[in-house]
């Protein structure tokens, strides 16, 4: 079994290497057999790619692997990306630590101890000081943020409270942050 990335052209027309069902990184090629959980671009525009406890890069104009990150956790949520590069990971499953790597995956350590509530998804914002939490069981988004890139993060904010919220993402511009809900398990 396999599961495939789709990926279509800006006219619609599936792009030359569409279906992705493997990644290859280093000489090492991965089947995407797994279940993936999202994807988010890094700040040169190539693909991050959730796959189970993987986290893949993918040039956005062949795609090839580039490089990933091996989490040895469960069931990753869609990763964050500052401006910077840095990259922000976390298992679906609460109770684990979101973590920060550079723009090379090298690990730089724990942003947040433990997540709270089940999330499929979490966003950083543009200086990186701020991250987006959304616990779709707890309905709301946590807010932990830090004062700038040398401090701690901390539990500052929670918002929309009874949203179920398993999807959010920046707009192109980055002035403003979409955030959706529902399914037929959770109430919108």
């Not at 671009?41 to 104009?61: Q, T, W």
């Not at 997540?115 to 939490?133: F, K, P």
């Not at 701690?152 to 192109?172: H, N, P």
């Amino acid at each position: 079994p396999c599961r495939a990335i789709y990926v279509f052209n800006a006219d619609g027309s599936p792009a030359s290497f569409s279906p992705i069902k493997t990644v290859t990184v280093n000489g090492v090629t991965d089947t995407l057999w797994n279940s993936n959980r999202g994807m988010r671009e890094d700040n040169n525009g190539n693909i991050l790619i959730a796959s189970f406890d993987v986290i893949y890069r993918l040039n956005y104009m062949t795609g090839e692997g580039m490089s990933k990150i091996e989490t040895a956790e469960i069931t990753m949520t869609a990763p964050a990306v500052d401006p910077m590069g840095n990259v922000f990971t976390a298992p679906v499953i609460p109770g684990n630590p979101i973590k920060m790597w550079t723009t090379d995956f090298t690990f730089i350590g724990n942003a947040v101890a433990a997540s709270v509530g089940y999330s499929r998804t979490l966003e950083v914002s543009a200086d990186g000081n701020t991250i987006y939490w959304p616990g779709y069981d707890k309905n709301q988004v946590l807010i932990y943020s830090r004062p700038d890139e040398f401090s701690e993060f901390a539990l500052t904010d929670s918002m929309l409270q009874g949203f179920a919220c398993e999807s959010i993402t920046w707009s192109r511009d980055g002035n403003h942050l979409f955030f959706s809900a529902g399914n037929r398990l959770t109430p919108a």
